[in-house]
């Protein structure tokens, strides 16, 4: 199963939206609405952010929302802010009942 | 408060052997799939396996299958993962992660090398 398809990097200032995407195929994304996204810092374990395409778990921030198309989906981070900063990966269940990761995306606030 | 704690890491030769636990706490282990997932230092997350919440399925990363077998046992709260034949690319901090991957272990970190 190959690792669906993330920017290495994404950049924004505070305040400003950024979207990070992921692409995979209709044996992934596309097939099913199962896509979640988890943020990482530095040496600690991921956080479930997004799951569903676009749920968010309950009492998390709703400056993160997600969205789907095709074989495409995305995570919106809105009005940054510097503890943001960390690495992001999407994740989807794939139609073998196994589930695939993103290669990741670091994101930077300037 | 719902956690889960890893353990069973550590240094093995290639083509030895290793087991990893997770003991869970904080809730209904029994009602729950489990997952493991690695991150080879530096770089991103790989999906290793998942068991359903009474062990009767269990899917494989085609990497893995073959090598390694998932297991649990809802009376102790606890999910394992036995890994053989190790390879140097298996090499990674391993995380335990509930259901919808809502909550993960601190990892525990599986090292091959002679």
């Known amino acids: 199963q190959s690792a669906l398809t993330q920017p290495a990097s994404v950049s924004g200032s505070p305040g400003q939206s950024i979207t990070i995407s992921c692409t995979g195929t209709s044996s992934d994304v596309g097939g099913y609405d199962y896509v979640s996204w988890y943020q990482q810092h530095p040496g600690k374990a991921p956080k479930l952010m997004i799951y569903?395409?676009?749920k968010r778990p309950s009492g998390d921030s709703n400056r993160f929302s997600g969205s789907k198309s095709g074989n495409t989906a995305s995570l919106i981070i809105s009005g940054l802010q510097a503890e943001d900063e960390a690495d992001y990966f999407c994740s989807s269940y794939t139609s073998r009942s196994t589930y695939v990761f993103g290669t990741g995306t670091k994101v930077t606030v300037l | 408060e719902v956690q889960l704690v890893e353990s069973g890491g550590g240094l093995v030769q290639p083509g030895g052997s290793l087991r990893l636990s997770c003991a869970a706490s904080?809730?209904?282990?029994?009602?729950?799939?489990m997952h493991w997932v690695r991150q080879a230092p530096g770089k991103g997350l790989q999906y290793v396996s998942t068991i359903s919440s009474n062990g009767d399925s269990t899917y494989y990363e085609n990497s893995v299958e073959g090598r390694f077998t998932i297991s649990r046992d809802n009376s102790k709260n606890t999910l394992y993962l036995q890994m053989g034949s190790l390879r140097a690319e298996d090499m990674a901090v391993y995380y335990c992660a509930r259901g919808l991957f809502d909550c993960w272990g601190q990892g525990t970190l599986v090292t091959v090398s002679s």
């Open positions: 569903d395409v676009s």
């Open positions: 904080g809730f209904t282990f029994s009602d729950y799939s």
